[in-house]
T-cell receptor
Framework: EDQVTQSPEALRLQEGESSSLNCSYT??????LFWYRQDPGKGPEFLFT???AGEEKEKERLKATLTKKESFLHITAPKPEDSATYLC?????????FGTGTRLQVFP | GAGVSQSPRYKVAKRGQDVALRCDPI?????LFWYQQALGQGPEFLTY????????KSGLPSDRFFAERPEGSVSTLKIQRTQQEDSAVYLC??????????????FGPGTRLLVL
């Protein structure tokens, strides 16, 4: 059964304290792994798509990497505005299967 | 350009009432998806359209849930005889791709449904 597991469930960081979020997945045929950011009361906002092991993508303080079993979202020198829930999802024959997310809080 | 829009943003329904939720996808997007998100959880797939054809409705929880996209653009998710367990955020997403997967899905703001 296709499955996505994210860890940790919640993460508190001080501003400037770098860290990584983990997304472990099992899927019969990976067509894409997606990272989204979700703020309270809003829909998920697209961040990255990764298609094959070894691929990396960056955007500002965020960097996503992919292996055959997991993906990491690295946050470098986070700011309070990076506080949100980060969702990972895999593409399973045109539908996304999501993890439960990592709730990130960055405090000054 | 304009993103995915959904209406209403909030809906309060009495148990047993029928509700209709609307989704306007990004113009030109072939595929449209509905997801249900419970509090503290990730979105869960409900159904998928490619143009006007409903290709997958395996995630619909019961026959009280019905979705349509008659002209291949706007979609409506209808819930009949609402129950308290239907309370959730209903998210709509659209993507440019038609098949084969791997296309990015762009989400709307969601409709928050509360059934009393």
């Amino acid at each position: 059964e296709d499955q996505v597991t994210q860890s940790p469930e919640a993460l508190r960081l001080q501003e400037g304290e770098s860290s990584s979020l983990n997304c472990s997945y099992t899927v019969s045929g990976l067509r894409g792994l997606f990272w989204y950011r979700q703020d309270p009361g809003k829909g998920p906002e697209f961040l990255f798509t990764l298609y094959s092991a070894g691929e990396e993508k960056e955007k500002e303080r965020l960097k996503a990497t992919l292996t055959k079993k997991e993906s990491f979202l690295h946050i470098t020198a986070p700011k309070p505005e990076d506080s949100a829930t980060y969702l990972c999802a895999v593409d399973n024959t045109d539908k996304l299967i999501f993890g439960t997310g990592t709730r990130l809080q960055v405090f000054p | 350009g304009a993103g995915v829009s959904q209406s209403p943003r909030y809906k309060v329904a009495k148990r047993g009432q029928d509700v209709a939720l609307r989704c306007d996808p990004i113009s030109g997007h072939v595929s449209l998806f509905w997801y249900q998100q419970a509090l503290g959880q990730g979105p869960e797939f409900l159904t998928y359209f490619q143009n006007e054809a409903q290709l997958d409705k395996s995630g619909l929880p019961s026959d009280r849930f019905f979705a349509e996209r008659p002209e291949g653009s706007v979609s409506t998710l209808k819930i009949q005889r609402t129950q308290q367990e239907d309370s959730a955020v209903y998210l709509c997403a659209s993507s440019l791709g038609s098949s084969g997967g791997g296309f990015t899905q762009y989400f709307g703001p969601g409709t928050r449904l509360l059934v009393l």
